[in-house]
């Protein structure tokens, strides 16, 4: 049992995307949009949720720190070896 190792990863979103249907500007009624400040009309957002991968190993013994995974890494069986099993 001293050798068994438990071993998982973990996606974790930073910053999820917003929905721009939920931006909305109230102004009095006679303003028009043409007098209004282009820094209160446009907004930008994240389109694509930023997220980050995590990974820990517990066992009897202990556990490893989590590591945090590169971004864009390919998690393949060298990956494991070279990076994550050191």
Not at 25 to 54: G, W
Request: aromatic share 10%; proline share 3%; net charge positive.
């Amino acid at each position: 049992m001293d050798f068994i190792w438990f071993i998982d990863e973990k996606i974790v979103t930073v910053d999820s995307p917003s929905n721009t249907q939920n931006d909305r500007l109230y102004v009095a009624h006679p303003v028009r949009m043409k007098n209004i400040s282009a820094r209160r009309l446009l907004r930008t957002h994240v389109t694509l949720s930023q997220s980050l991968m995590v990974y820990v190993a517990v066992s009897k013994l202990g556990c490893t720190e989590v590591i945090f995974v590169e971004p864009a890494a390919k998690i393949n069986g060298k990956y494991y070896r070279d990076v994550l099993l050191q």
